[in-house]
């Protein structure tokens, strides 16, 4: 089983922007639904975001207006843009299905925002 890729996070101070990017290798994003999530230090993991296969688009309260996800089913990518960033988006972010799978979890990608 070939786990996703997840990439971009980084160190960046409130107010900025950064575009995280999932590679679902090995898996046809084509008609799935997808989402990223994020779990906080001390927190549960938290759906941020999710895309139907249609493309219809959903968001936690705390980011709508500020994120944005994407998909690009030829290339097997999902993507989140994130602006206006503030320190309570600090966290580890992962991309899976929706709902997720358990045997789907990458590394992520760590996203600390500065105050």
């Known amino acids: 089983q070939v786990l996703p890729v997840e990439s971009g996070g980084g160190l960046v101070q409130a107010g900025g922007s950064l575009r995280l990017s999932c590679e679902a290798f090995g898996h046809i994003v084509n008609f799935l639904d997808m989402a990223w999530y994020r779990q906080a230090p001390g927190k549960e993991r938290e759906t941020v975001a999710f895309?139907?296969?249609?493309?219809?688009?959903n968001y936690v309260d705390s980011v709508k207006g500020r994120f944005t996800i994407s998909r690009n089913d030829d290339e097997n990518m999902l993507y989140l843009q994130m602006n206006s960033l503030v320190p309570e988006d600090t966290g580890v972010y992962f991309c899976n299905r929706r709902p997720a799978l358990d045997a789907l979890w990458g590394q992520g990608t760590q996203v600390t925002v500065s105050s």
């Open positions: 895309i139907t296969s249609r493309g219809l688009t």
